[in-house]
């Protein structure tokens, strides 16, 4: 099946640098966060004006809900855990483990696992839906953790490290499997076919593929002119999202990786990113993906079938 990328919305209003974006669980309110340290709520519904939903002192990279609340967890550039209401408009927590960024955080379980610039994961219980503690601190690497993602069905999680390696720990902490592909930074990490595959993009542009059991490397290539910022599976239409620092969307078939569609300033003048593009969010009922990036903007794509030629 052919695909078309559509650029529906460009929306403003960050003052810096835009790196994490969240969806509510309702798929109706987008949260997006940056260099600016503002936490951004846009109502996709009517995709306008945006209004502030918190505010910290520090840039933020990452942000991740407390599932079945209106907590959202919130990693800055000076390595604190901000657990806010969105309710309440109100910082309820503020959890410091080290003065080092907090770059990812992904659940395992009931388990909050977060990655920080010093090369440690952090292991979080959730004792409320208003409050954390620290379980353990797993040393992953001596070099910064850009990315983490917990296996979609077994309890083990990947780091991706700026000295190149993937790691596979299992929820105990105990190192499973190194992965050794990339010459740079790991900054995105993707499991597919139920965590059977791993991908991972980084720094050095290539995208890599693993066989997650074995270890195996099964394929390695360029897919972008600078870095892979972030992967996105978009299984609705069978496509995985990539986004670069090259300003630019690209979308593969999930199954083969073959290059689909390219989305950019060049096919897009005034509606694409005119710098880096760093990180994406789905939603599937609408077949939208938006994307954010270092041009403070917030673009909404429409995801659409074409027609197969008579």
Known sequence: MKFEIIPLHKLTGHKNCLYSSVLASNQQHLYTAGSDGLVARWDLQ????????????????????????????????????????????????????????????????DQLFVAHGDGVVSQWNTESLQSLRLQQSITVSTAAIRCLLAHPTEPLFASGCSDGAVRLHNQKGELLQTLAAHNSSVFSLLWLSGGKYLLSGSRDAHLAVWETASGKLLDKFPAHLFTINHLLHLPEVGLVASAGRDKTIKLWDDKSLELVKVANYDKFPGMAHSHSVNKLSWRPAQKQLISIGDDRKVIIWQIAATAPEK
């Open 46 to 109: 009517e995709p306008k004006d945006a209004t502030l939903a918190a505010q910290l002192s520090h840039g933020i990279y990452c942000m991740k809900f407390i599932p079945n609340s209106s907590s959202l967890l919130v990693g800055s550039m000076q390595g604190g855990l901000h657990l806010v209401d969105l309710l309440q408009h109100q910082e309820l927590h503020h959890y410091q483990r080290s003065e080092h960024a907090i770059f990812d955080m992904d659940w395992l379980g």
